[in-house]
């Protein structure tokens, strides 16, 4: 499975952008994906994941009710909606993907990762 992110950028404070997830090569088996960021000196965090067969959601407290993910089958996509952006928002992003059940919140538990996508929101 090969994972590739598009969309971020730099935006200010309070602005919105929307990452995008695709996925190739077998998707049949992934189960659920997800996004982790990672800040410069900070460790990485989950952020959102979301089942691929139903559609339910997770999100970390630190983003919840201002991030939505959301994913479109059909094009082997995902995204992550990211509005009322904050500075501390600033990392860069990785989508991730499991081919177990449930939607994990642990790094480990993913065995497919993009390339990671720079999002800079400035104050």
């Known amino acids: 499975v090969q994972l590739v992110e598009s969309g971020g950028g730099l935006v200010q404070a309070g602005g919105s952008l929307r990452l995008s997830c695709a996925a190739s090569g077998g998707t049949f088996s992934i189960y659920a994906m997800g996004w982790f960021r990672q800040a410069p000196g900070k460790e990485g965090e989950f952020v959102a994941a979301?089942?691929?067969?139903?559609?339910?959601?997770r999100y970390a407290d630190s983003v919840k009710g201002r991030f939505t993910m959301s994913r479109d089958n059909a094009k082997n996509t995902m995204y992550l909606q990211m509005n009322s952006l904050k500075p501390e928002d600033t990392a860069v992003y990785y989508c991730a993907a499991t081919v177990r059940p449930g939607m994990p919140t642990i790094r480990g538990s993913y065995d497919y990762w993009g390339q990671g996508s720079q999002v800079t929101v400035s104050s």
């Open positions: 979301i089942s691929r067969s139903n559609g339910n959601t």
